[in-house]
């Protein structure tokens, strides 16, 4: 697998963890059924339905999430046409672990969050015969990802800021964003950088690690830091590089309240695409860092 160029941060792995959330969905057990999410996540909204355009059930191989409908065609997992321009959204799926209102797991300064899940993803649909990589993973161009992906969120809904890890049939993803909330004038941003080449086959480890009193996150692949932020809130220093949305507006240094864990599904053309996620494992863990 090859891996984008980054020098990595320098900060020493801590040297003692304190879980905090921890789901292996298992199949087995009084409290698991075969259909449905298990208790500790909670979906939300998306695509203009109350639940989603998504279908969770437990399987041997893990949580496995996919869209309801099916291709007349293949039988495969297919997203429902768009019933309205109040659904035209490409998250067309989405939970969150945890039951607490807003979701999400506390930061605090001086000690260190990471959430960590293992995953795989498939990209259903015509638009996915070619490969989204028609830039090369260390180049300066933009693929395309609006077919579908699928994959793990880190949100902190009160800044609107996201750290994801995300997944196309050839490549792994880290979208770094800042989004909009009312009564707020700060810029906005999304930056989709491809990070590494895969399969659809393929299930990754994927981490990312928080340090709120440093203002900063690392994004780690399958055991190697891919890419890091070191100061959550601005622009990426190469500002044209990757990046896919922005609106004008000051940019602040931001300090997260809470990390949202979550697992999502994808397409800004849902028409004919499908994802589906399989999630075998998933954690949050905190711990205090070496200085």
């Known amino acids: 697998m090859t891996y984008t160029r980054h020098s990595g941060t320098g900060v020493s792995t801590d040297d003692q963890e304190e879980s905090v959330f921890i789901d292996e969905f298992r199949p087995a057990g009084p ?5 449905g999410l298990p208790p500790g996540w909670l979906t939300r909204p998306a695509a203009g339905l109350a639940a989603g355009d998504g279908i969770a059930r437990v399987t041997p191989e893990g949580l496995v ?3 309801p409908g099916r291709d007349p065609a293949t039988g495969r997992p297919r997203f429902a046409a768009l019933a309205s321009l109040d659904a035209a959204s490409h998250l067309r799926w989405v939970a969150f672990a945890g039951t607490a209102a807003p979701p999400g797991f506390a930061l605090r300064d001086g000690s260190v969050l990471t ?3 293992e995953l795989a993803a498939e990209i259903y649909g015509p638009a996915v015969r070619v490969p989204t990589g028609s830039a090369s993973v260390s180049g300066t161009g933009i693929a395309d990802t609006r077919a579908g992906m699928g994959g793990m969120l880190c949100v902190d809904l009160g800044s609107g800021l996201v750290l994801d890890f995300l997944l196309t049939n050839d490549r792994v993803w880290v979208l770094y964003e800042r989004l909009g909330r009312p009564g707020t004038g700060h810029g906005t941003f999304t930056y989709e950088i491809p990070v590494a080449e895969r399969s659809p086959d393929r299930r990754h480890q994927c981490a990312v690690r928080v340090d709120r009193a440093r203002g900063t996150a690392v994004w780690s692949l399958d055991g190697q830091e891919v890419f890091a932020v070191p100061d959550l ?4 220093p190469s500002r044209s590089a990757h990046l896919t949305r922005s609106t004008d507006g000051p940019e602040e240094s931001v300090r997260p309240d809470r990390l949202a ?3 999502g599904l994808f397409s800004e053309i849902p028409e004919f695409s499908g994802v589906r996620v399989t999630v075998r494992r998933a954690t949050v863990s905190r711990s205090v860092p070496a200085r």
Do not use: K, N
């Open 115 to 117: 959430a960590r899940m």
């Open 261 to 263: 864990l979550g697992i």
């Open 65 to 67: 999430v996919a869209p």
């Open 233 to 236: 809130g601005h622009r990426l």
């Open 31 to 35: 409290d698991r059924e075969p259909a």
